[in-house]
């Protein structure tokens, strides 16, 4: 059986969005790893307006990514609580805002510790991009 290059077209165009500016665009995946120093398992819940991912328990090292097509608007956010055994409850944190990440990464890989999630920063080859927490989903 040989494919077209019309189902060849059709294949890209499910797989990736287009841009404002009429240009493909291509999936952004996001994987987050638990990186608790006491080897503590994180729980972890994100979503975007649209999408519930659910609630995940990440033990040590673990990780849990997934993948999404940016918003045609620019306007994709997906965020995250976190908890973890001695956290005194949840943390928050933004983990994709297009306005911060679209430029940066389409393979955004985070690693999440008591102080803060880290970005990988290809550029270094090291997750030295740190933030902290907010301190609620506001």
């Known amino acids: 059986m040989t494919v077209t290059a019309a189902a060849w077209m059709i294949l890209?165009?499910?797989t990736m969005g287009w841009s404002a500016e009429g240009q493909i665009v291509k999936t952004t995946d996001v994987t987050v790893t638990n990186w608790l120093s006491k080897g503590q398992d994180l729980t972890m819940h994100c979503k975007s307006k649209e999408d519930d991912l659910g609630e995940r328990v990440l033990h040590k090292l673990g990780n849990f990514s997934w993948h999404f097509i940016p918003n045609f608007f620019g306007r994709t956010l997906f965020f995250c609580s976190f908890?973890?055994?001695?956290?005194?409850?949840?943390?928050?944190?933004?983990?994709?805002?297009?306005?911060?990440d679209k430029d940066r990464c389409t393979d955004c890989k985070w690693i999440v510790s008591e102080v803060g999630p880290c970005w990988y920063n290809a550029t270094s080859a090291a997750y030295d991009v740190c933030y902290g927490y907010k301190s609620s989903l506001l």
């Open 12 to 14: 890209a165009m499910l």
């Open 83 to 100: 908890s973890w055994d001695g956290s005194g409850g949840n943390r928050y944190f933004d983990i994709y805002v297009e306005k911060r």
